[in-house]
Structure formats: structure tokens, C-alpha cells
């Protein structure tokens, strides 16, 4: 059974920084793409950064590039999204999401954690 | 980058076909898929590569292309398919993805 549990979370004020950590189990972790995904309250997915299998091809949604970097330790099965120059905007639900299809680049997630809450204010 | 465009809210009686519509330029080259989320719950793949139903889904759902328009059909929809549902795609450089704006399909 996949399993995706994200931690790291909590209350930080604008400007300062924060890792986030998923924790992989149930499949083959070093095969796929991952991903972050974001959800702030009241509003829809935006998707914010994926990481090829192999840490090839890395991408990030405009809003959260030059200050969000997304990396990953097939090793200890775990992905990561560190936060710096926090915004009030970037307070939401992050998920951490496996892609659908082994191998491939960043395409579409299929399975995901519970989400982790980050809140951004003073 | 590019938009997904998908109608706010969809409404329809239990028993009855809803339909909902994904729309962007991007779609006749790039694959689309759909999520279905419940409040308080994480998403949950739906259809895969336009059509593809994963295991563990209700054959009601289907999914189909034309053009630059996907659309997500809930044949015999029930109550419990009251939910919000999210149309995904992603670019041909394999490092950006992108999810439409969401729809509320109510069963009335």
C-alpha cells in the first residue's frame, strides 16, 4: 500500500523559512517522478514542484520560484521542499504526491499524503 | 504557462449524468487528468490519460477528449459522488503541471 506521510509544518512569520519532509513507503521510491502540491484554505490545487525519479528535471510553479527548492534522497525514500522568503500567500495544505507513471518526467500525480499545514503570518 | 479552464459548479439530480468540462490549447498534445476531492480529504485520481479509469473507481466514471475540451462524465450519479473535482495536465517539457480551477458538482 502507498503510503505518503508529510511533516514539517507549522507557524512561521513572513520572511523566514521552513523543510518540509515526506516520508515514501509502498513502492518503489527511486522510480518515480514526485511531487508538491499546495491547497489554501477555501481554494483550489495549485501545483507547485516536481522532481523526476532521478532528480534530472526539477520544475516549480512562477509563484514560488527563487524561493522554493524541492530535492530528494532515494536513499531514505524521502522528499523534500524547503521554503525561504515565506509570503502571507503561501499559507496552505501541502501535499506530497507520487506520479502516475514510472520513469517518466513530471507529468501527473496519482497518490497522496495527507498534507502538512503551513501557515505564513506575523 | 498555460490554464485549464473548468466551469465553477455543476448540478444534477441522483440517477442523472453530469458532465464536466476541462478547456485549454494545450490538451490536444498532453494528456489530462481528473481528481475527485471530499471535504477534509486528500485528492483522488479518477481517470488517467483521458479515458483510463485506475483501479478501485466506479465504472460510472469516464472520461473523454476532443480538441482542446476534455470532459469527466458521472453516469447514474449518487449522493456520494458530491464532491470537488479537478482537471490536471502538464506541459511537453516534463517540468511543469498544471490543475484547472475546480468544479463543485452538487447532487441535488
Known amino acids: 500500500e502507498v503510503q505518503l506521510v508529510e511533516s514539517g509544518g507549522g507557524l512561521v512569520q513572513p520572511g523566514r523559512s521552513l523543510r518540509l519532509s515526506c516520508a515514501a513507503s509502498g513502492f518503489t521510491f527511486d522510480d518515480y517522478a514526485m511531487h508538491w502540491v499546495r491547497q489554501a484554505p477555501g481554494k483550489g490545487l495549485e501545483w507547485v514542484s516536481g522532481?523526476?525519479?532521478?532528480?534530472?528535471?526539477?520544475g516549480y510553479a512562477d509563484s514560488v520560484k527563487g524561493r522554493f527548492t524541492i530535492s530528494r534522497d532515494n536513499a531514505k525514500n524521502s522528499l523534500y521542499l524547503q521554503m525561504n522568503s515565506l509570503r502571507a500567500e503561501d499559507t496552505a495544505l501541502y501535499y506530497c504526491a507520487k506520479d502516475h507513471d514510472p520513469g517518466r518526467g513530471i507529468v501527473a500525480p496519482d497518490y497522496w499524503g495527507q498534507g502538512t499545514l503551513v501557515t505564513v503570518s506575523s | 504557462s498555460y490554464e485549464l479552464t473548468q466551469p465553477p459548479s455543476v448540478s444534477v439530480s441522483p440517477g442523472q449524468t453530469a458532465r464536466i468540462t476541462c478547456s485549454g490549447d494545450a490538451l490536444p498534445k498532453q494528456y489530462a487528468y481528473w481528481y475527485q476531492q471530499k471535504p477534509g480529504q486528500a485528492p483522488v485520481l479518477v481517470i488517467y490519460k483521458d479515458s483510463e479509469r485506475p483501479s478501485g473507481i466506479p465504472e460510472r466514471f469516464s472520461g473523454s477528449s476532443s480538441g482542446t475540451t476534455v470532459t469527466l462524465t458521472i453516469s447514474g450519479v449518487q449522493a456520494e459522488d458530491e464532491a470537488d473535482y479537478y482537471c490536471?495536465?502538464?506541459?511537453?517539457?516534463?517540468?511543469?503541471?498544471?490543475f484547472g480551477g475546480g468544479t463543485k458538482l452538487t447532487v441535488l
Open positions: 490536471q495536465s502538464a506541459d511537453s517539457s516534463g517540468t511543469s503541471v498544471v
Open positions: 522532481i523526476s525519479w532521478n532528480s534530472g528535471s526539477i
